[in-house]
């Protein structure tokens, strides 16, 4: 057991002064800096000052202890206690004397503060300062300490006026250095603030401009689709009736260009068709239109659209069966156009091998639809790529399909509508993989807020 460093009755306020010398000479000697060491005079002053004024006296004791490493000083008396201590402690009741005051500070300035009270047993306060690191704790240090302040002579108590009067002083000086340090940060966070302020400015105008050219774009999309479409669906129906020979039989040769023709037509409409949707999804007009249906009538559909296209022997499109599977209550039509477009590039890119649909459902009333190819691959650098708009990826396949780089971006766009999402896996040599998984019933998105609908129907105009 560690004895104490020093024990001594505190009586009068002669007493109080030589406490307060001695608890900064004890902290001095075990390596304090000046802060510290009128941290822990001042607390301990309050402290024995309270013991004297209110219970006519006490004990004061300066220990070491281990674990935490700390120098502690208790003061304890036998007064009446202190009534409403927790009020005290909270700040809610001071007495007309000025009591709590001390304790409050005290406790400020200390790493460690206990206080045991009540009308029986008095009132017993203990303050802890942590020591300073790499400061031995022992019997010898005890000692040596002891010793030491023994060599010490207390000084008068003019002399700690004196010293109390230069606390003071850089305590005050302390505290202009902090004052003009706040002030400088306060400047700085000025400057900053107005650098903010300037960035918010300049990326609300960015935001503006890009909501303008979103616009700008989705009218220009819109516009030129629905121009394009009347002489596609011109060359469409004219090379319909050239080729059921309406108005007369063609050569072998002329038959040939005319298919030709409606083939590119046919591309071109489907391109037209793709950009109206991407435009309808961009600018917040695309309508969901739930209808309830089954998956095994959705394949259905797609197994009969797909069945004369399937481009050559080599490569076959499977249907798996579904089974026990809920009904659905979505977009029919947008889901089937997202199926459509994966199924079409799965067979562009599958040179040999299969492409296989599937659908399972999930345990949060989801339902997840596959698609699998054997074919060509994607590369992980390229896999987002190809979901931006009129992307295309260089490859001997690509040359040879056609497209403009639509189907994959206005699906993902349509899952998300569906409040879905369409993800991919793929590696090059090993085919891929794209899974669709939506609600099986749709739920309309809500904007609780008025501001924000009136914001969406902005957007929307």
């Known amino acids: 057991m560690i004895p104490s460093i020093l024990t001594t009755e505190i009586r009068t306020e002669q007493d109080v002064v030589l406490a307060r010398q001695r608890a900064r000479q004890i902290a001095a000697l075990l390596g304090f800096d000046g802060l510290d060491q009128t941290r822990l005079a001042t607390a301990l002053s309050e402290i024995a000052r309270n013991a004297v004024q209110y219970a006519g006296g006490g004990r004061l004791t300066f220990e070491l202890t281990r674990d935490p490493a700390m120098l502690l000083v208790r003061v304890s008396d036998h007064g009446p206690g202190i009534a409403r201590l927790q009020d005290v402690l909270d700040g809610r009741y001071r007495s007309s004397t000025g009591m709590g005051l001390g304790l409050l500070g005290a406790r400020r300035l200390s790493d460690h503060f206990e206080i045991d009270t009540g009308r029986e047993r008095g009132t017993a306060v203990e303050l802890g300062k942590t020591l300073p690191p790499g400061t031995l704790v022992s019997s010898d240090v005890v000692a040596r300490l002891s010793r030491e302040l023994a060599l010490v002579a207390p000084a008068d108590p003019l002399s700690e006026v004196r010293a109390q009067n230069q606390e003071l002083l850089n305590a005050l000086q302390e505290g202009r250095e902090r004052q003009q340090e706040v002030e400088r940060l306060n400047q700085e966070l000025a400057e900053t603030n107005r650098g903010v302020l300037a960035l918010y400015a300049e990326l609300d105008e960015k935001a503006a401009d890009l909501a303008r050219a979103s616009e700008l774009k989705s009218r220009f999309l819109s516009n030129i689709s629905h121009e394009l479409r009347t002489p596609v669906n011109a060359i469409l129906n004219i090379s319909g009736l050239l080729i059921d020979h309406v108005d007369g039989p063609l050569n072998s040769e002329q038959e040939r260009q005319v298919r030709f023709v409606r083939s ?43 069945r004369a296209i399937t481009p050559t022997e080599r490569v076959t499109l499977l249907f798996e069966e579904p089974a026990d599977l809920p009904a659905l209550a979505t977009d029919e039509g947008k889901l089937s156009q997202i199926l459509r477009n994966l199924i079409s590039n799965a067979l562009k890119f599958t040179e040999q091998g299969e492409v296989r649909v599937t659908a399972a459902s999930e345990p949060n009333g989801r339902i997840t639809f596959v698609v699998a190819d054997t074919g060509i691959g994607i590369a992980p650098e390229d896999q987002e790529r190809i979901f931006e708009e009129f992307s295309q990826l260089e490859s001997a396949l690509q040359r040879r399909a056609t497209g403009a780089g639509l189907g994959l971006p206005l699906s993902r766009k349509l899952a998300e509508l569906l409040g879905g999402q369409l993800t991919l896996s793929s590696a090059p040599g090993e085919g891929s993989t794209f899974t669709v998984s939506i609600p099986a019933r749709y739920i309309e998105p809500r904007v609780s807020d008025p501001g924000l609908r009136a914001l969406e129907a902005v957007q929307h105009a």
Do not use: K, Q, W, Y
Request: glycine share 6%; net charge negative; no cysteine.
């Open 264 to 306: 590119a037509a046919l591309t071109l409409a489907e391109m037209v068709n793709d950009l109206l949707d991407l435009a309808r999804i961009e600018a917040g007009r695309s309508v969901v239109r739930p209808t309830a249906f089954t998956v095994a009538d959705l394949f259905a559909g797609l197994r009969g659209m797909f």
